[in-house]
């Protein structure tokens, strides 16, 4: 099975920088994705690690260390609307996903 | 990338009956999936929708209550069956376009059972 813990709230302001950690525990290990949840919308993607190492898109990073179990979202130049919830996601094997509880972020003026 | 539909978006249903959920992909994939969100939580897997044969259902979700049909590669369909409103919660379809390409998801169904 997969054990997936991140932080439940988090809050920040506009302009800031906002680190996410996620620790994971699983029996299998395909990749590692972060997901974000407006609410009341579908999930969507936002980045994707297999290797260790940083991976950036824009004003969003993402770092895994596989040995460690550990990933972190990193969000730059925080705006209002990335006010939402963020999602740690295991994938297995089989290509099934585990979703840790998500985070949910509070950007302030 | 994949474009998934959803239908309905929301519905009210009430107690002991069913509902079919339909899930349409833009384009073929690979593999397809449906998840449960509970109010105010995190995504749950239900099964992996397997096209031309049974659906492959996690551990605490069972085929009776949750029948699944693939018929292709591109649709899906999910029946939440004989509901209580402990089945109220938000139903999503999610699928893959390759094995190495982040999951799809379609905008959700959000079921109330009363």
């Known amino acids: 099975g997969q054990n997936i813990d991140q932080p439940t709230e988090m809050t920040a302001t506009e302009g800031a920088i906002v680190q996410i950690n996620c620790t994971y525990q699983t029996s299998g290990f395909n990749g590692l994705f972060w997901y974000q949840q407006h609410a009341g919308e579908a999930p969507t993607f936002l980045s994707y690690?297999?290797?260790?190492g940083l991976e950036e898109k824009g004003r969003f990073s993402s770092f895994l260390s596989r040995s460690k179990g550990y990933s972190y979202l990193l969000l730059k130049e925080l705006q209002m609307k990335d006010s939402a919830s963020y999602l740690c996601?295991?994938?297995?094997?089989?290509?099934?996903?585990?979703f840790g509880a998500g985070t949910t972020v509070t950007v302030r003026a | 990338s994949a474009v998934i539909s959803q239908k309905p978006s929301r519905d009210i249903c009430q107690r002991g009956t069913s509902l079919t959920i339909q899930c349409q992909v833009d384009?073929?994939?690979?593999?397809m999936f449906w998840y449960r969100q509970q109010p105010g939580q995190s995504l749950t897997l239900i099964a992996t929708?397997?096209?031309?044969?049974?659906?492959?259902?996690e551990s605490g979700f069972v085929i009776d209550k949750f029948p699944i049909s693939r018929p292709n590669l591109t649709f899906s369909t999910l029946t939440v069956s004989n509901m209580s409103p402990e089945d109220s919660s938000i139903y999503l379809c999610?699928?893959?376009?390759?094995?190495?390409?982040?999951?799809?998801f379609g905008q959700g169904t959000r079921l109330t059972v009363v």
């Open positions: 999610s699928a893959l376009t390759g094995v190495n390409t982040e999951a799809f």
């Open positions: 929708a397997n096209q031309g044969s049974e659906a492959t259902y």
């Open positions: 384009s073929q994939v690979t593999m």
């Open positions: 690690n297999v290797l260790d």
């Open positions: 996601a295991v994938r297995d094997p089989d290509y099934k996903l585990s």
